[in-house]
């Protein structure tokens, strides 16, 4: 059985940073896209970034581009989200995603509280 565990959230002042990294047990990211989305109060889960496992190369949504960097670590079986310069509307509950052909695999999302 495949589980996702994100961690390193917390409360963060505005213009700080943080590192979440998603870790998978019970499988391995051996290959499609790992992903990071958000849910803010009261508002639709959105797409942060997402990283293809064979090669890195990344995808970000236009409002975090250039801010939040995704990663991987083959050895660890593990994503990062490193997130710079975070703003208020940025608190949300951030959740890890693997979609892989059999399944779609989701963490259960970590707390990020930015604030002002």
């Known amino acids: 059985q495949v589980h996702l565990v994100e961690s390193g959230g917390g409360l963060v002042q505005a213009g700080g940073s943080l590192r979440l990294p998603c870790a998978a047990s019970?499988?391995?990211?051996?290959?499609?896209?790992i992903g990071w989305y958000r849910r803010a109060p009261g508002k639709e889960r959105e797409f942060v970034a997402t990283?293809?496992?064979?090669?890195?190369?990344?995808g970000y949504s236009t409002s975090v581009k250039g801010r939040f960097t995704i990663s991987r670590d083959i050895a660890k079986n593990t994503v990062y989200l490193q997130m710079n310069n975070l703003g208020p509307e940025e608190t949300a509950i951030y959740y890890c995603?693997?979609?892989?052909?059999?399944?779609?695999?989701w963490g259960q999302g970590i707390q990020v509280t930015v604030s002002s």
């Open positions: 990283i293809r496992w064979s090669g890195g190369s990344a």
């Open positions: 019970g499988g391995s990211f051996d290959s499609y896209n």
């Open positions: 995603d693997w979609p892989t052909r059999s399944n779609d695999y």
